[in-house]
């Protein structure tokens, strides 16, 4: 199978390097989707250990369309049944850029309708029932080009699980993973968020540290499928769980000065199975210190995206930047939209890479430090 693993802006790179590490597979990146060949074992091991991914779909076919016939009769070619049972539930999804074939609803419409007038003629019905496990059919257009896609993952990669209530303005799990990843801490340095909100940058930091899948604690929709073999599933999650290193010691800090949130982080962290390993504690940014060096802060402060609020964000991004300073060589990261934020911080990034927030244009600006020495 043709497996394409999506994943966000600016954040293909490190979803690339982990699927090297998982599988051993060169996947080439091209408009956030990084495809390669493989077969059931690698869609579940993907949908299970991935930490920055969005979606694992299989591309079911592709073909140039740019007229809504054309389209109809090339969905019509594709072999659905080999996927989806006569009583399926068919969601179907459309995207249109660039596309002479350009009316979204429409698109969406017309697919599902080739795509029930196929099982029509393989299963000899007249009806689909669609009273059964669900599968969701992404038609993308683009450039007249179609590519369709069944997706595996069902709810996106970045729901663990543990997460049911969130803050004020929650990043997303699979966003705050590639920035650990991107910073240079290692299980083996302190780690501190000192805007940690409900928790996220400290609990996906705890998931790596303790080699806990990300997957773990939550289900994906090809495993009902009835073409899938339950029991690769059910070996390829033992091995996850078999592989966790819950004995490591490690310095994982949150602070916040609302308690709400913290009260949020707390139950977020029991939900993912590492509250023991991670400090929560209310504290004002500005009195942070630690009897550490060579730590790491990853931070996703406050934007402050009314007016109002820019000359409060001014004062807390200056502080913030003389907390960082005042700490032994530490280095910090932080997720931000302010675009002055350097000048506000009062050092210039060492390294400044461009993420979105959802649909918000951020930059990661690092600010780093001496590293520590190496032990012989």
Not at 127 to 138: H, I, M, Q
Not at 252 to 257: C, L, P, Q, T, V
Request: proline share 3%.
């Amino acid at each position: 199978m043709k497996i394409c693993v999506t994943s966000a802006s600016g954040v293909e790179a490190v979803t690339k390097r982990e699927i090297y590490k998982l599988l051993g597979v060169d996947a080439p990146a091209l408009n956030g989707r990084l495809c390669f060949e493989g077969g059931w074992e690698e869609i579940a091991k993907c949908n299970i250990y991935l930490r920055t991914a969005n979606r694992v779909g299989v591309i079911l076919g592709e073909f140039r369309a740019e007229t809504f016939d054309e389209l109809f009769d090339g969905l019509k070619e594709i072999a659905f049944e080999d996927f989806i049972s006569k009583d399926g539930k068919i969601i179907v999804t459309a995207k249109n850029v660039l596309s002479k074939i350009f009316a979204t609803s429409a698109t969406q419409s017309i697919s599902k309708k080739a795509i029930c007038q196929r099982l029509f003629e393989k299963y000899k019905i007249t009806t689909l029932p669609e009273s059964g496990e669900r599968y969701k059919v992404e038609v993308a257009i683009l450039k007249d080009h179609v590519t369709v896609t069944l997706d595996t993952s069902g709810e996106g990669l970045h729901r663990r699980g543990y997460r049911g209530l969130v803050g004020e303005a929650p990043l997303k799990e699979t966003l705050a993973s590639a920035i650990i990843q991107l910073s240079v801490w290692n299980p083996s340095r302190p780690l501190a968020d000192v805007f940690c909100g409900s928790g996220t940058i400290p609990i996906e930091a705890a998931l790596i540290a303790l080699n806990i899948a990300s997957g773990k604690n939550r289900t994906f929709d090809f495993v009902s499928w009835k073409v899938f073999d339950k029991t690769v599933y059910e070996r390829i999650k033992q091995e996850a769980i078999d592989g966790e290193n819950l004995d490591k010691e490690i310095r994982i800090s949150g602070f916040d000065i609302d308690e709400s949130q913290l009260k949020l982080a707390r139950r977020h962290a029991r939900e993912a199975g590492v509250e023991k390993y991670i400090h929560f504690q209310r504290a004002d940014m500005r009195d942070f210190s630690s009897r550490f060096s060579h730590g790491v802060i990853i931070s996703n402060p406050p934007y402050g995206e009314r007016l109002s609020d820019r000359r409060e964000i001014e004062v807390l991004y200056r502080d913030y930047g003389k907390t960082v300073r005042s700490l032994n060589n530490w280095c910090a990261y932080t997720l931000t939209s302010v675009t002055d934020f350097e000048r506000l911080f009062g050092k210039k990034a060492d390294k400044k890479r461009k993420l979105y927030n959802g649909k918000l244009e951020c930059n990661l600006f690092a600010h780093l430090a001496e590293p520590p020495k190496k032990t012989k």
